[in-house]
């Protein structure tokens, strides 16, 4: 709202232009935790030359059985080691497309 010089009322106070600012979007701070390529690749030969890790292929085994009840407990599995909801379903969807492109490769 637009002030308008008067001291009572709605939309007291004085009239001030703001000083211009830099765009949000490029503040480091939002810059923070975003994946480089670099990152990216390094992360993927390490993950394909050590594997998965033992509670990984434990989800794995649970996944492939397709019952809803086996999937809910790798589920579990993985908000226990990993230690948030949002966590385990990122990696839960993650060891599914590891299975399709397990399948599709052979």
Do not use: C
């Amino acid at each position: 709202m637009v002030k308008s010089g008067i001291f009572v009322g709605l939309n007291h106070g004085t009239p001030v232009n703001k000083p211009e600012t830099h765009p949000r979007n490029n503040r480091m701070a939002h810059k923070k935790g975003r994946l480089h390529k670099r990152v990216k690749l390094v992360r993927e030969v390490v993950k394909e030359i050590s594997g998965l890790a033992p509670y990984e292929k434990a989800m794995v085994e649970m996944i492939k059985t397709g019952v809803p009840a086996r999937e809910k407990k790798a589920l579990k599995l993985a908000r226990k080691r990993l230690g948030a909801h949002k966590r385990s379903h990122a990696k839960r969807d993650e060891l599914t497309t590891w299975i399709q492109h397990q399948k599709r490769n052979k």
